[in-house]
C-alpha cells in the first residue's frame, strides 16, 4: 500500500454491525470503522445515540483503495445491503439512527452519489421511493471499541444479510 493515496467514504444502512462487515469482504476496503455522524451531539456515546436526541446515524466509515475498488462500486454495494427505501429503520430496528445515508467528502462523491440514486429509482427495483439522504461529511464520532469489528469479535464468520 505504499504510495497508495487512500480515499475515505461513510454510509449509514442500518445497525453499523452489519454494515461493517458487508464492506470488510469487499477487495480494496481497507480499513472500517462503526460510529455516528449527522447529528448535533459531539462526541456522543452509543448509549446516547439510541435515545434519539442527537440526530446522529449509525454509520461506517472507511478507508478504500480508489485503484481496487471505485466509489460507484461501494455505492452498489451499499444499495444491495439494505433497503434504502425505509424510513428511519432497517429490518427490527427502528429510529433515526437506523436511516439511510450517504455522507459525501468531495463533489465528485456527491455527483456519483445523486447519479446512482437516480439511477436506482428509475430503475423500477423498488416499489417505493428510495429515501436515502445525500449529505456532506460532518465529524465522524467513533463508537465505543466493543462495537468495532463487532461480528468478527463475536465468532460471526459473515453478516447473515
Known amino acids: ?20 462487515d458487508a464492506f470488510m469482504q469487499i477487495k480494496g476496503v481497507e480499513m472500517t470503522e462503526v460510529g455516528f455522524m449527522g447529528g448535533h451531539t459531539s462526541n456522543p456515546s452509543y448509549k446516547q445515540v439510541c435515545t434519539k436526541t442527537t ?3 449509525e ?7 480508489p485503484a481496487r475498488v471505485t466509489y460507484a462500486q461501494l455505492l452498489e454495494a451499499f444499495w444491495s445491503m ?3 427505501t425505509q424510513v428511519n429503520r432497517q429490518g427490527p430496528d427502528v429510529g433515526d439512527q437506523y436511516r439511510t445515508a450517504i455522507f459525501y467528502y468531495t463533489e465528485e462523491q456527491r455527483r456519483q452519489a445523486e447519479e446512482s ?11 417505493r421511493p428510495i429515501a436515502t439522504e445525500i449529505t456532506k461529511a ?9 462495537h468495532q469489528k463487532y461480528f468478527q469479535k463475536h465468532g460471526i464468520s459473515h453478516c447473515p444479510a
Open 138 to 146: 460532518t465529524t465522524f464520532w467513533r463508537a465505543e471499541e466493543y
Open 82 to 84: 439494505h433497503d434504502p
Open 117 to 127: 440514486k437516480a439511477r436506482h429509482q428509475a430503475s423500477g427495483e423498488y416499489d
Open 59 to 65: 454509520v461506517v466509515h472507511l478507508l478504500y483503495d
Open 1 to 20: 500500500m505504499e504510495g497508495t493515496k487512500l480515499q475515505e467514504a461513510t454510509f449509514a444502512a442500518g445497525c453499523f454491525w452489519h454494515v461493517e
Open 55 to 57: 440526530g446522529h446515524a
